[in-house]
């Protein structure tokens, strides 16, 4: 093959790459809209938002599939290596989150819808407002450093994950709390239950996301381990 060949094949491989990036990209935009629409409507009591969250959730859906399937065309055709290759999975890893984190802002519209129905606390929801805007925070700084590939900041972000779940823990033992006092409070408890359950899922898919980004910035899959343990690999990177 002449070098001229050869660097023309190269250039378009790099097309392609940067392509499924920029729409990675592009679903993460929709999905974190998704996401604070979700909150919105459940704070708002706006059912027509919420409607429009489950309505854009098969977009989601689409935008997962086609690039699945051009990641799978480039392992077949190009055949990637190294970086490349590390490049290819984490994508096809971080639509897989991305398009669980549309089912998850899906889950709680519709509980929006469920709720809109009944009558609103006096406190009108604030603890899982709250939640729901630092779990917003997290998706957006997470989906800021996968497209800045910036470790340093991912494993920021992965620590965040902890007071997630602790804001999490503490809406859950307070609604268990109003419905022992209150049995009328029984329905409305669960299904604000089951919103807040989905907004501590979103922050673990928005953790997952982010080491991604250390696996292909440094090809270590920091999977499982202790911050500890992700903090001396980076160390040593």
């Not at 094949?9 to 940067?18: A, H, P, T």
Request: hydrophobic fraction near 40%; glycine fraction near 4%; aromatic fraction near 4%.
């Amino acid at each position: 093959m002449a070098i001229s060949d050869s660097q023309h094949i190269s250039q378009e491989f790099e097309k392609e790459l940067q392509d499924i990036r920029t729409k990675v990209l592009a679903m993460g935009g929709l999905v974190e809209q998704q996401v604070a629409d979700a909150v919105q409507s459940l704070k708002e009591a706006d059912s027509e938002l919420a409607q429009g969250v489950v309505r854009k959730d098969k977009e989601v859906n689409k935008m997962e599939v086609a690039i699945d399937e051009e990641c799978t065309s480039i392992i077949a055709l190009r055949q990637p290596t190294a970086g490349d290759l590390r490049l290819i999975t984490a994508i096809l890893k971080a639509i897989t989150d991305l398009e669980r984190i549309g089912d998850e802002a899906n889950s709680i519209a519709k509980r929006t819808l469920s709720l809109a129905e009944q009558d609103r606390p006096k406190k009108n929801y604030r603890e899982i407002s709250v939640l729901g805007n630092h779990v917003r925070g997290i998706l957006r700084d997470a989906l800021d450093a996968f497209a800045r590939m910036d470790i340093d900041d991912a494993l920021k972000i992965a620590k965040e994950d902890r007071n997630i779940d602790i804001e999490y823990e503490a809406i859950i033992r307070q609604l268990i709390t109003y419905m022992m006092e209150d049995p009328r409070s029984i329905t409305r408890s669960l299904d604000l239950m089951w919103a807040a359950r989905s907004l501590e899922r979103i922050g673990d898919h928005s953790k997952n996301l982010c080491e991604y980004i250390i696996y292909l910035v440094i090809g270590k899959d920091v999977r499982h381990l202790s911050t500890k343990k992700k903090e001396k690999i980076i160390k040593k990177s």
